[in-house]
């Protein structure tokens, strides 16, 4: 035991490590134990929601949170923007502007917040959602109701999450994970709760859900600006209107990205509900969840680098960057490799896991490796491009991407006859050409070459 721990303590240390490395190695190192632990949390959480919900009904949860989600573009990137701003105030010690540009950033998201709750709940009572959702399993009034629900909670914990984007800021992205694997506890808990007590509803479901999450975010935000993040803590008189168009400058292009990304990845639910049935859903997720484990593993490696990027780059440190580069080739390497170990032991795993209580087409493991390996690649390049904040390029690409993503779907689905693997498909090719300019631009910065578009 003594061998292994002195193997993760010189892996921190490392011999002459950088100290921007050392960071990142103990961000990556704590992540991946948190990591570890959602994922077993999430592997044991879906048969269990499963037996409560049903499969028809956990289908309709799924495809609802995939909507609720969507709500997410009204941070107009705010989020993503304060991370990077922040980031340069601290390679700069500048405590007085980071805590005017939290404080200002909270004032906005809260105005926000306000407005989703409103907005949301006019749809929620707008909509004929049984027709709209494809839906026969629950009643309009107790769907509205589920909705509601959703919506207020998710507007209350969209200023909450503001707290997340300032972590990342300091480098300390394994407390993100921290709190996840919290809210996944949170949620464990409350599924085996709610199979004790034996009827199913899904609006006790999403009542317990949300509640669990909320509380978890609002007990964190409190304990980080009291104790790490105190220099940054929010306050009224530290608003200053005058940096909103700073923030929203960065912003906007943020989140004209998280609107691809959310016509990408979170329409997927509910395509797949309108074309098939929720029935498919469960089925896409699952193998999507066991597909993720590729994205998770990179992302904890990503998440950190992102801040670290952004403080290597304003103090020119191209040699750490390309060195750090070299290394994320290598993983992915591995990664091809574990992918393609996936694919061919997937139907076991799923029967060992889900107790044989679905059986999935082979193809749509296939399609599920390679959408998730092309996320992978453009991921290890969007963390420098992200990091600097040159992403006009990125920007100009995720409109594209809006545009057609959904209309390649219905064609793939409707035209040729696919099934969910075709809004897979959809995926992977609006995604390709993001694959190949993510790289391009990538060594467009590093080298010192990128002008225009490339340079913005």
Known sequence: MQKYLNKIIGFIKGNNTHERTQRVKKNILFTALLKAINIGIGYVLMPLTLHYLSKDTYGLWLTLSSVIAWFNVFDIGLSNGLRNKIAEALANNDTVLIKKLVSTTY??????ALGIMAIGLIMVYSFNWVSW???STISLQELQQVMAVMCVFFSIQFVLKVVLSVVLAYQLSFVNNLINTLINIATLCIVVALGAMGKAQLLNYAFGISMSAMAVYGVATIYLYSHPLHAALPNWRSVNWALAPNLFQLSVKFFVIQVAAIVIFSTDNFLINHFFSSAKVVE???VFKYYNLITVGFFMISSPLLT????AYNKNDMQW?????????????IGIAITIIMTLYASYVYDFWLRKQLVIHY?????MAIYVLINVWILIHYSLISGVSKIQLGTYSAVVQCVINIPVAYVLCVYFNFDATGVILANIIVLLPDAILSKIQY???VNNTATGIWNK
């Open 107 to 112: 004032a906005i998201i809260t105005l926000v």
């Open 284 to 286: 896409y997720n699952v």
């Open 308 to 311: 670290a990027y952004t403080e």
């Open 363 to 367: 193809t749509l493991n296939i399609y």
């Open 133 to 135: 959702l494809n839906v």
């Open 321 to 333: 960057i390309n060195s750090t580069y070299i290394r994320l080739l290598r993983a992915f390497v």
């Open 443 to 445: 060594h467009k910065i």
